[in-house]
């Protein structure tokens, strides 16, 4: 059981830094909430809806194929290298150079106001420049985490969020405050600074982005500009289907933000978007972990492949993973009186934001079913059969588009939040299916399935039988979690202490 042990060690460095970063970043969104109206807020969530679709382009799939390729051509790492940062470096130049070419049709489309064009073509300007730096940036990133170099790693991220979060605080109240005050440099900061400008959010991630590059400088060093065109022909046929199918997660993920944004009356779209933004937030501790699981398991579950007992050990994982998600539903629900507040502006704003809190729920659920699915779908990342991970995301792509039309007009942001639950649970149900007939694992159905159904049950009962009770629904947490200990104690001894 040493393999678990080394694969909890490095999922749990992940775990950390990703904790720690999203924690930071999480931090930011009362700050924000207080700065900005719920309508300015509308606009930072639906910019960055729109940035996580042109990311997934943008990466092209090729960090799962690098992983892929790494395992499969020993011999030829470098090639592998080379050929899966070229790709993406071809792609996000041609992106950066139609941006630039095409940015007033861009930026016309985005502003709903049209006194707010000016703003909007500097909006789409600074997320140009993110959206490039960010994508050069992903095989350096996958290489340190394929080296095991999860450190090094998590030292970038950190410096990352810090530089965005540090800019962010200058922005929002220390130039405001050397203004207020007539400290030094005061005039010159009055002479260009907007008060409660968005605008400031997104040039402090351009900074973030630049400081990222900066310190990826010795693996961008490590490149060799050779195309091995042979070898590209075989990654890209195990990419492409990746990429439609990220490209339809995308869509799950973001497309309920949008299209808000788009059938809602304008006069309250922004409105209903920050609010939903503001309420999504709580559920990124759920993201959170599921990202720290997925950081440390891809470049895992290949290298372990060829292994006798791969496959069992794959199964213990998902095992344990979905206890950790059962645990944290009910967890986050028992405590999302407090979690609120993370998320309101000001006393006089609470009902603002505290009405979209019923979301919260459904789009946590809809996190846990995401987490197993990405877990499940090794099967046809090992098997070369990425294919059907296309045909799963499209299927939930469907799903998100059709039933978004269907139930915002009429439940605005509550029907966003029950398509994103119902997409990723039809997602995973597939995937389970499809997975055991063609690279069958000996998961623990019965106990997994027993984990989840109480898991809701409880959320069920905290939410909205005990109207939220902080004592009750965490009296409910230590019930939960002692059974869990009492059917799992010598499993876990064994995994933990067993050389």
């Known amino acids: 059981m040493s393999v678990l042990k080394k694969f909890l060690g490095q999922t749990a460095i992940y775990g950390i830094s990703t904790v720690f970063s999203r924690l930071f970043n999480f931090i930011l969104t009362p700050l924000f909430t207080r700065a900005y109206a719920s309508a300015t807020y509308g606009i930072f969530t639906k910019m960055y809806a729109y940035s996580s679709m042109i990311n997934a382009i943008l990466a092209f799939g090729m960090e799962s194929t690098?992983?892929?390729?790494?395992?499969?051509?020993?011999?030829?790492?470098?090639?592998?290298?080379?050929?899966?940062?070229?790709?993406?470096?071809?792609?996000?130049?041609?992106?950066?150079?139609?941006?630039?070419?095409?940015?007033?049709?861009?930026?016309?489309?985005?502003?709903?106001?049209?006194?707010?064009?000016?703003?909007?073509?500097?909006?789409?300007?600074?997320?140009?420049?993110?959206?490039?730096?960010?994508?050069?940036?992903?095989?350096?990133?996958?290489?340190?985490?394929?080296?095991?170099?999860a450190f090094k790693y998590s030292v970038v991220k950190f410096l990352n969020i810090g530089s965005f979060v540090g800019f962010n605080l200058v922005f929002i109240y220390l130039i405001p405050a050397?203004?207020?005050?007539?400290?030094?440099?005061?005039?010159?900061?009055?002479?260009?600074?907007?008060?409660?400008?968005?605008?400031?959010?997104?040039?402090?991630?351009?900074?973030?982005?630049?400081?990222?590059?900066?310190?990826?400088?010795?693996?961008?060093?490590?490149?060799?500009?050779?195309?091995?065109k042979v070898l590209f022909a075989k990654m890209f046929s195990y990419s492409w289907p990746i990429l439609v199918a990220n490209l339809s997660f995308i869509v799950n993920e973001n497309l309920d933000k949008i299209v808000l944004s788009e059938l809602l009356p304008k006069n309250i779209a922004d409105k209903q978007v920050g609010i939903y933004g503001a309420v999504c937030k709580i559920a990124v501790f759920m993201s959170i972990f599921v990202t720290a699981f997925r950081l440390g398991a891809e470049p895992f579950f290949f290298s372990y492949a060829k292994n006798a007992n791969a496959k069992k050990t794959y199964a213990?994982?998902?095992?344990?993973?979905?206890?950790?998600?059962?645990?944290?539903?009910?967890?986050?629900?028992?405590?999302?009186?407090?979690?609120?507040?993370?998320?309101?502006?000001?006393?006089a704003h609470v009902a603002e934001y505290w009405v979209g809190l019923p979301a919260v729920p459904y789009l946590l659920f809809g996190y846990v079913c995401l987490g197993i699915y990405m877990n499940l779908s090794i099967w046809y990342r090992l098997s070369d059969q990425t294919r059907f991970g296309l045909y799963i995301s499209i299927i939930g792509a469907i799903i998100t588009i059709v039933l978004n039309f269907v139930l915002i007009p009429k439940y605005s942001y509550m029907g966003s939040a029950w398509v994103s639950m119902l997409a990723y649970f039809v997602m995973m149900v597939i995937s389970y299916v499809l997975g055991q007939k063609h690279y069958p694992i000996p998961y623990d159905l019965k106990r997994i399935l027993a984990y989840l159904m109480v898991s809701v049950l409880l959320v069920i009962l905290s939410f909205w039988g005990f109207n939220r009770n902080i004592y009750i629904g965490n009296a409910m947490l230590i019930v939960f979690i002692a059974g869990i200990y009492y059917f799992e104690k010598d499993q876990l001894k064994t995994i933990l202490f067993k050389k």
């Open 66 to 149: 690098y992983f892929r390729y790494l395992n499969k051509h020993e011999d030829q790492k470098q090639e592998v290298y080379n050929n899966s940062f070229l790709c993406i470096a071809f792609i996000s130049t041609l992106f950066l150079i139609s941006g630039f070419v095409f940015i007033n049709p861009i930026s016309a489309y985005l502003s709903a106001d049209p006194k707010q064009l000016a703003d909007y073509r500097l909006y789409v300007q600074l997320f140009i420049g993110i959206l490039f730096l960010d994508a050069i940036c992903v095989i350096p990133f996958a290489k340190l985490r394929a080296e095991d170099r």
């Open 178 to 228: 050397i203004i207020k005050h007539d400290w030094a440099m005061a005039g010159w900061l009055v002479s260009w600074y907007r008060e409660k400008w968005i605008g400031y959010v997104f040039v402090s991630n351009l900074i973030a982005s630049l400081v990222t590059l900066l310190m990826l400088i010795p693996e961008f060093l490590k490149l060799q500009l050779r195309f091995d």
């Open 316 to 347: 213990i994982i998902l095992h344990y993973f979905v206890i950790a998600l059962a645990v944290l539903f009910v967890a986050l629900i028992a405590n999302i009186e407090i979690l609120k507040y993370f998320i309101s502006r000001d006393k």
